[in-house]
């Protein structure tokens, strides 16, 4: 049961209305005091808050309501408010509101928020295997059967055919394109364009040429009019990659589109409707961005209805052996080398290499690889040598976040690697790690290492 809470007795009547007509079953409430009272009693499936009760604007009645509702239930709570309280949708959302539809509201934008939340709920995650995944899915160019991919494939195949928009985020190079190219995939969409677009390569004064197009004449050199990519994406998916790298200009542009689903092309005073699934990804902490003024928390809660989180590769060592074999099996036949093969020692070395920048990097790897070498049968000499030509950025140095690891768990994880990446040559593993042979092999002891010793 849908629980509607609001004093307007319009709002309620058409909410009541829309949402019967779309199968549900739902009850209407008028006042905070009896809503309390039907979910104390019957603990509703989700709850469609109105944050404004008679005549005031401040939220505090349904702020009080959310906070009820949060310390002792788990169902999901849509908050309802016009788009000049949308700084109290936020408050909401972080007290713990898992949407918010702003008035007047587009009918299948909601329809589509209630069955994408509904769905989560219903379906609590389920271990599946990938053979059952791929029979269920469509991801043949998603390689990986590690737990936690295993739970994302899981994720984005159940939410994929709903219209809720998910935010990608992960490190550089773990495959956010590829994931929102299969969200795509496996929606109702998938017949439609698939519209890319990196915006961190978009200025602030190009934005709107390029998201909504231009008229002929609107400035100086538009010769022709031009389509944008809202439009261009029109019925299916727009995929806004490097959304932290918005200029803060463009953001308040993107978020009245991803509100009202409405834009103006450049030049031009009418109106367009888009109606379109919006994936957007980057590899920055937009929290941490929020936080320090540059990108706008609205916009957050407006694009990660579902987030999904991507492990770097460090943190599912087991697929690197699955990537390489997929890459190699490509590799061979567009370098027509049908005899191409990997050593058992050079994989596991892939295995343990450190590789910052994940996927993409391991690829690069063993293609330059590929190319360079005239053997048949790869070891971890012809690996080396062109991981070696790589230079490293010490700007870039990738550190895990603050409280995931301790000192000693680093310093661990930085023997191993060395030890591994030399293969297991005391004195070389000693000289990378900037310290003496004997303080290496206290540190072998120490974290309880085991290793063969390899003359040197």
Known sequence: ?????????????????????????????DNPEEAMEIIQQQEPDLVLLDLNFSIGTTGKQGMSVLEKIRKNYTMPVILITGWGSIDLAVQGMKMGANDFVNKPWQNDHLLNSVSTLLDLEKEKVVSLTRRQLDKQYNF????????????????????????????????????????????HENSRRRTKPFIKVNLGGISSTLFESEMFGHVRGAFTDARFDRTGRFELANKGTIFLDEIGDLEPASQVKLLRVL?????????????????????????KNLHELVSSGLFREDLLYRINLITVQLPGLRNRKDDITLLVKFFLNNLREIYNRPALSISPAAMRWLK??????????????????????????LDISDFQT???????????????????????????????????????????????????????????????????????
């Open 1 to 29: 049961m849908i629980l509607v809470i609001d004093d307007d007795i319009a709002v309620r009547t058409s909410l009541l209305l829309l949402l019967g007509n779309a199968g549900y079953e739902v009850l209407g409430i």
């Open 140 to 183: 043949p160019f998603i390689i990986g059967e590690d737990a936690q991919m295993l739970q994302i494939l899981e994720t984005i195949g159940r939410v994929a055919t709903t219209d809720a928009s998910v935010l990608i985020l992960g490190e550089s190079g773990t495959g956010k394109e590829l994931i929102a190219e299969a969200i």
């Open 259 to 283: 509100q009202d689903r409405t834009y103006e092309v450049l030049g031009s005073s009418r109106s367009k409707t888009v109606d379109v699934r919006v994936i957007c990804a980057t590899n």
């Open 352 to 377: 343990h290499l450190p590789l910052p920048g994940n996927i993409r990097q391991l690829k690069n790897l063993v293609e330059r690889t590929i190319l360079v070498s005239r053997n048949n049968i």
């Open 386 to 456: 062109q991981l070696e030509v790589v230079p490293i950025k010490t700007d870039q140095l990738s550190l895990p976040s603050v409280g995931a690891m301790t000192l000693d768990e680093i310093e661990a994880e930085m023997v191993r690697r060395a030890m591994s990446f030399h293969q297991n040559r005391i004195t070389k593993a000693a000289a990378s790690l900037g310290i003496t042979r004997n303080a290496l092999y206290r540190r072998l002891e120490k974290h309880q290492i085991p290793f063969h010793e390899t003359e040197d």
